[in-house]
């Protein structure tokens, strides 16, 4: 059986959400606190990979229980009267009095068998939180500037980026990705009280792409770079030609989304809360 964890983090602790040796990491603080209330060996399996610092209010991840089909000797048609699902309420009650408390579970939820955290998802979106400001309360949560930035003209630079969709010069360099193609729908920056906000929706990201985006549209903000200028940069397809990466504690996973209706195998869930 599968099952879908709903969650959010501060990866203030973390060395991101994949397992690393020897390192503090989301998936195996959650793993093994899976591992323990279950009494057997559980494997995770993220919708994304956060890299250290980064934080999300809004992740996915899948884990297997096992049916006990091998040794039981049930038919595929009978097995399911004689296995129990998990109690799933009292599940998310006993992770969160588990967890550290920098994690958060909303909701466990079975889902059909195909259903992949990662390759499932049809889209995610993220936001980058800078200001000019001293936030003593946001300490962690936001990047500080010292420029007063031109909110227009970063979202005329935003909109240029949505004509592209070829993003190696915002990539990191060195990494396994196959194709450095994404689809963008969404990129705009907001004022939101003492923040200005960069959210930025696509099907797909590239390692450390936000963080490379968001330090040359700042540049733009400030004066440093052109809408020409951001134009040359990617279609010269080369990271060394953007701008800085900004630091990792601005930076929120805030939207990842699937079409439940297709996945959930329990009809009665309230997928939307999970939209």
């Given at each position: 059986m599968r099952y879908v964890i709903h969650l959010a983090y501060n990866g203030a602790n973390y060395c991101g959400w994949q397992t690393q040796p020897e390192l503090p990491t989301v998936q195996l603080t959650l793993e093994q606190a899976?591992?323990?209330?279950?009494?057997?060996?559980?494997?995770?399996?993220?919708?994304?990979?956060?890299?250290?610092?980064?934080?999300?209010?809004?992740?996915?991840?899948?884990?297997?229980?096992?049916?006990?089909?091998?040794?039981?000797?049930?038919?595929?048609?009978?097995?399911?009267?004689?296995?129990?699902?998990?109690?799933?309420?009292?599940?998310?009650?006993?992770?969160?009095?588990?967890?550290?408390?920098?994690?958060?579970?909303?909701?466990?939820?079975?889902?059909?068998?195909?259903?992949?955290?990662?390759?499932?998802?049809?889209?995610?979106?993220?936001?980058?939180?800078?200001?000019?400001?001293?936030?003593?309360?946001?300490?962690?949560?936001?990047?500080?500037?010292?420029?007063?930035?031109?909110?227009?003209?970063?979202?005329?630079?935003?909109?240029?980026?949505?004509?592209?969709?070829d993003f190696t010069s915002f990539a990191k360099l060195h990494t396994d990705n196959k194709t450095n193609i994404c689809h963008l729908s969404e990129a705009h920056w907001d004022r939101v009280g003492e923040e200005i906000v960069f959210t930025i929706k696509s099907n797909r990201f590239l390692r450390n792409m936000v963080r490379s985006v968001t330090g040359t549209l700042l540049d733009v903000g400030r004066g440093k770079l052109s809408i020409e200028g951001l134009r040359a940069i990617v279609e010269k397809k080369n990271r060394c030609a953007a701008g800085v990466s900004m630091p990792a504690q601005g930076l929120f996973l805030t939207k990842v989304e699937y079409d439940w209706s297709e996945l959930s195998i329990n009809q009665s869930i309230n997928t939307s809360t999970h939209q």
């Open positions: 899976l591992s323990t209330l279950l009494r057997t060996p559980i494997a995770i399996v993220g919708c994304g990979r956060t890299d250290t610092g980064v934080h999300a209010s809004d992740f996915y991840a899948h884990f297997d229980v096992k049916t006990g089909e091998e040794d039981s000797g049930l038919s595929a048609d009978n097995l399911s009267e004689k296995v129990m699902p998990l109690d799933t309420k009292n599940l998310v009650f006993k992770l969160n009095s588990y967890l550290p408390p920098d994690i958060a579970i909303f909701d466990i939820f079975r889902v059909a068998d195909n259903f992949h955290a990662r390759f499932s998802a049809l889209s995610r979106t993220y936001q980058y939180h800078v200001s000019d400001a001293r936030l003593p309360f946001a300490q962690g949560l936001y990047s500080r500037i010292y420029f007063n930035p031109d909110i227009d003209k970063m979202n005329e630079a935003s909109k240029v980026l949505m004509e592209y969709d």
